[in-house]
């Protein structure tokens, strides 16, 4: 079982997405994580905190990822202003972008906006990592969240993000297995990223299951996420007890 919450350790993308919050709260937050025995995958906060990363050194020597959002996260800002937005972050020192699908226009059957729109987010993304978030809870049918899914991967997004986490339904087990059927479909590497309701560790590694089942990979970092604001404490404790 330790080998295992170390897998999931190194699976987490630690979330911290509330509102409102402030410098100190993240400071504190950030210093937590630093100073973390197991370290996760990624980080994944609001873009004008991105600054505050530069007082901890010790993620200069790691390869722990830098993630923020943007289009976050009602989906609905033009390109132009995401496009400015994924620039600021890298410039700030993101590695690690989560874009917000423009669902709403998915669901009006407005594809080609949709194509569009992840084609630009892409390119001024450039090498940075690239998760779409295509909000799935908000998708009314399964046929929705598998052509969004289909639209991210052939966007060349390197992963596929669930939800935000600030509608009403998260990551379901229907919408789970919708998506990584369709991953696991791709011609190429896409990442599954589970975010959304996700914060026990029997969840947690339920999808870990779920996600080695459907894609017969090995779950690791480059292939799968688990993003949670409340879930790395818990898991923290467990590892300890586990040692």
């Known amino acids: 079982m330790f080998e295992r919450l170390t897998q999931l350790m190194s699976l987490l993308d630690v979330t911290r997405l509330q509102q409102p919050d402030d410098v100190q709260g993240v400071r ?38 830098i993630a923020t959002v943007v289009n976050f996260p009602s989906g609905q800002q033009s390109i132009d202003v995401v496009s400015q937005q994924i620039t ?34 892409r390119q001024a993304t450039g090498s940075a990592l690239l998760k779409v978030i295509i909000e799935s809870g908000e998708l009314i049918t399964c046929q929705q ?54 914060r026990t560790l029997a969840q947690a590694l339920a999808l870990m299951e779920q996600y080695e089942r459907i894609t017969g990979r090995q779950a690791q970092p480059q292939s799968l996420r688990i993003g949670a604001s409340t879930l790395f404490q818990e898991l923290c404790q467990a590892l300890q007890e586990k040692a």
Do not use: N
């Not at 917000?100 to 226009?105: A, K, M, S």
């Not at 509608?167 to 589970?194: C, H, N, Q, S, Y």
């Open 145 to 198: 969240v598998a052509k969004a899914t289909e639209l991210v991967i052939e966007s060349q997004a390197d992963f596929v993000k669930s939800s935000t986490g600030k509608v009403p339904v998260g990551l379901t087990d229907e919408a789970a297995e919708v998506m990584l059927t369709v991953i696991a479909g791709a011609d190429r590497l896409v990442g599954f990223k589970a975010s959304g309701g996700i």
């Open 28 to 65: 504190h937050w950030l210093q937590q994580v630093a100073q973390a025995k197991h370290q996760p995958a990624a980080i994944c906060f609001y873009p004008e905190y991105l600054p505050l990363v530069a007082e901890f050194p010790v993620w200069q020597q790691s390869r722990l990822g």
């Open 88 to 121: 600021d972050a890298l410039a700030a020192g993101a590695t690690e972008i989560d874009c917000v699908l423009p669902y709403q226009e998915l669901m009006a059957g407005k594809i080609g906006g949709v194509k569009s729109f992840l084609h630009d987010v």
